[in-house]
C-alpha cells in the first residue's frame, strides 16, 4: 500500500508518494504555478469568491487528480493522503466556508452573517471530495490543525519541523514565500505573522523569472572577478552553471548545468553581489539598466525594485514582530529558515540584503516544512494526535501587517531604499523619527547552518516530476462579443482567447487558469468596448488540456 504527502502551496503544489511499508519515497510531483488565477492567497480568496468556492474547489481537485495520475498507481491502493497548507488552500481543497478568512474582526464577519469556522484536525474518506474525479475507495485524507483562525497548519509545520517550538532562546522562524508566515519566540510566548510578500520572492513577476525548479538559477558567487552562476539540477541540487561577466554579458566558461530562468534566490543574491562589487552603487540602478546572467537571462531595474518590494515587506514584518514584542534586537539568537526560498537563499546573501535580520546570533535553513509535516502524518496516523496535543499547547498571538502602524512606518522606509535608493543612514533617520527602535549593524560573524541540500530533500527512486501546464481552461459566455479581440492583445500572460461555437454564433472567453493573473490584473475586463467579459461567471471547460 502506497500513502501520498501534499502540500498545497501559493505558487504550487507538491507531493511525494510513499511505500507505507518500506517507509521509503518513491516519486516526487510538483506544479510550476497554481490552478487558481492569481499570484498570492488573497488573489485565490477574491477569485473563490467571487467566481464560487465550487469552481475554486473544483480547480484544486483536478490539479490533485493530475498530481495523482503522474504516480500511476492503483487508486485502492492509495491509504492515506495527509495535506498541509495555509488556511485559505485547505478550506479551498476542502471545499470549506472560507468568508472568515476574508474579514478580518468579529463584528464585520458577524454584520455580513459570516460564521467563525473552526479549523480543527479533519480526517474523512476520500471519496467525500475525489467522487466521480479520482475514486479512491480504500483511502482517507488527513489534515492537520489550525492552531487558530489566522495560524494554519503551514504555520505549525513551520514550528514543529524546525527546532523553534524547543527553543529557550529568543528566535525567529520563516517560510519564505508569496505569504511569507513568520513566527517569534520568546521564552513561552509566539507571536505570528504573515507578510504579502508577493510572487517576485519566488522568482514569478520578474522578466525571466521561474519558481525553485530544475535549470533555475538559486544563487551566484564571486569567482576571478566574474559570476558563477549555480544552477538546480534535475533532483533539484544546487550545481555548476556558467561563468559571465554579468555587464557585457560574455561567458567565459560554460559550466555543467545550463540555467533556463533565475528563482527568487538568484535574484536576491545578484542584488548582494551588485551592491558588494560596486555594480550598483543607488539602488536599484543598475549598469546600463541591466545585469545579463546567460543568454535571454538578465535583471532589469525593474526586477531589483520588484524582488526588493518583497523583501522589503518580509523585512518590515520582521522588525515589527521585535517591535511589539517589546524584545531588544540584540537579543535574537536564532533565525530559521524555510520553503524553498529559505533553503536555495545564500544565508550571508539574504543577511546582507535584509531579507533575514543581519544582528541574528545564527541561521538555520530547512526545507519544504508543510510537506516534511504531511510526511510524517501520512506515514504514521498516530502523529496526528501528537501534533493535535501540541497545536492546543501553543498560544500564539496573531499580529495583522495590515493594521500595524509600525509596519506601516518601516515598510515606508523600505520602499524607499528599494524604489528610491534612500541610504541606510537616513533609513534609521526616519525609524528615529516614527519613535521605532533603530536596529543594530549586522554581526560580523554568524552560525550558518544549513541542514538539507534540497527543499525536498528526497525525491524517491523514480525521482521529480514536474507539472508545468495543469492546463485547465475556464469559460464563459461573451455574448455581446464583437470580436475584436482586444482582450487577448491585453493580456499580459496570453491568457485569454475568444472562440466560437454553434456555428459561429456563440462567443465564447477561455482563460487559462494557471497563467491568468487575476484579481490584481483585470486588463481584458478593462479593455473589452462593450464590457462583455465577465470573470465571475467562469465555469471549467469540460474538454480542459490534458
Ligand atoms: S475585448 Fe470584449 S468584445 Fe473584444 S474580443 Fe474581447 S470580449 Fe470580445
Ligand atoms: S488580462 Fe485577463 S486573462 Fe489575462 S492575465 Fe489579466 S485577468 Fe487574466
Known amino acids: ?120 484536525a479533519r480526517i474523512f474518506p476520500a471519496n467525500e471530495i475525489f467522487k466521480g474525479i479520482f475514486e479512491m475507495d480504500n483511502c482517507e485524507i488527513i489534515v492537520p490543525p489550525a492552531i487558530k483562525h489566522e495560524i494554519g497548519a503551514d504555520a505549525l509545520a513551520m514550528m514543529l519541523e524546525t527546532d523553534f517550538i524547543h527553543q529557550t532562546e529568543p528566535c525567529l522562524v520563516t517560510d519564505y514565500g508569496t505569504n511569507a508566515e513568520m513566527a517569534l519566540k520568546i521564552g513561552d510566548r509566539i507571536m505570528t505573522a504573515s507578510a504579502a510578500a508577493g510572487p517576485a520572492i519566488e522568482g514569478q513577476g520578474i522578466a525571466c523569472g521561474m519558481l525553485a525548479g530544475p535549470g533555475a538559477i538559486s544563487d551566484l558567487t564571486v569567482e576571478n572577478g566574474l559570476w558563477r552562476l549555480t544552477v538546480l539540477d534535475r533532483t533539484m541540487s544546487p550545481g555548476e552553471g556558467p561563468l559571465v561577466d554579468p555587464v557585457t554579458g560574455e561567458i567565459a566558461e560554460e559550466g555543467g548545468l545550463i540555467p533556463k530562468g533565475i528563482t527568487g534566490t538568484g535574484v536576491i543574491s545578484t542584488i548582494a553581489l551588485a551592491i558588494r562589487e560596486g555594480l550598483m552603487t543607488k539602488i536599484p540602478e543598475l549598469p546600463n539598466g541591466k545585469l545579463i546572467l546567460s543568454e535571454n537571462i538578465m535583471i532589469s531595474n525593474k526586477d531589483v525594485e520588484e524582488v526588493g518590494k518583497a523583501i522589503g515587506a518580509i523585512r518590515a514584518a520582521h522588525l515589527t514582530l521585535m517591535v511589539e514584542s517589546g524584545m531588544k534586537f540584540e537579543d535574537l539568537t536564532y533565525s530559521y529558515m524555510s520553503g524553498a526560498t529559505g533553503t536555495y537563499v545564500n544565508a550571508e546573501n539574504a543577511r546582507y540584503i535584509g531579507s533575514v535580520p543581519g544582528f541574528s546570533k545564527n541561521i538555520i535553513q530547512f526545507g519544504n516544512t508543510s510537506l516534511g509535516l504531511a510526511r510524517k502524518i501520512a506515514i504514521d496516523r498516530s502523529k496526528l494526535d501528537e501534533v493535535i496535543g501540541i497545536a492546543k499547547k501553543i498560544q500564539a498571538d496573531h499580529l495583522m501587517m ?13 520602499l524607499s531604499k528599494w524604489q528610491q535608493g534612500m541610504p541606510e543612514d537616513v533609513y534609521k533617520q526616519m525609524l528615529e523619527m516614527y519613535k521605532i527602535p533603530v536596529f543594530p549593524e549586522n554581526i560580523k560573524e554568524v552560525e550558518i547552518e544549513k541542514r538539507v541540500v534540497r527543499d525536498i530533500d528526497d525525491v524517491g527512486k523514480l525521482g521529480l516530476e514536474i507539472v508545468k501546464d495543469i492546463g485547465i481552461i475556464l469559460e464563459a ?64 471547460r469540460k474538454s480542459s488540456k490534458k
Open 1 to 120: 500500500m502506497y500513502v501520498i504527502s501534499l502540500d498545497l502551496g501559493t505558487s504550487g503544489f507538491r507531493s511525494q508518494l510513499i511505500d507505507l511499508d518500506k517507509k521509503e519515497t518513491i516519486k516526487t510531483v510538483i506544479t510550476m504555478g497554481h490552478p487558481l488565477p492569481g499570484g498570492n492567497v488573497m488573489d485565490h480568496l477574491d477569485f473563490a469568491m467571487a467566481t464560487g468556492e465550487d469552481v475554486a474547489h473544483r480547480l484544486m481537485i483536478e490539479t490533485v487528480k493530475k498530481i495523482l495520475e503522474k504516480f500511476d498507481v492503483e487508486p485502492e491502493k492509495i491509504e492515506r493522503i495527509a495535506v498541509c497548507g495555509n488556511p485559505i488552500q485547505l478550506s479551498l481543497f476542502q471545499n470549506m466556508e472560507i468568508r472568515d478568512l476574508a474579514y478580518a474582526g468579529e463584528n464585520k464577519q458577524k454584520s455580513l452573517g459570516v460564521k467563525d469556522v473552526k479549523r480543527e
Open 402 to 414: 495590515a493594521t500595524s502602524e509600525t509596519f506601516k512606518d518601516i515598510y515606508i522606509c523600505e
Open 477 to 540: 459566455p461573451v455574448v455581446d462579443c464583437i470580436l475584436c479581440h482586444k482582450c487577448e492583445q491585453e493580456c499580459p500572460e496570453d491568457a485569454v482567447i475568444i472562440i466560437q461555437k454553434d456555428g459561429e454564433k456563440e462567443r465564447y472567453a477561455n482563460v487559462d487558469s494557471q497563467h491568468c493573473l487575476g484579481t490584481s490584473c483585470r486588463r481584458c475586463v478593462a479593455i473589452c468596448p462593450v464590457q462583455t467579459m465577465n470573470h465571475k461567471i467562469l465555469k471549467i
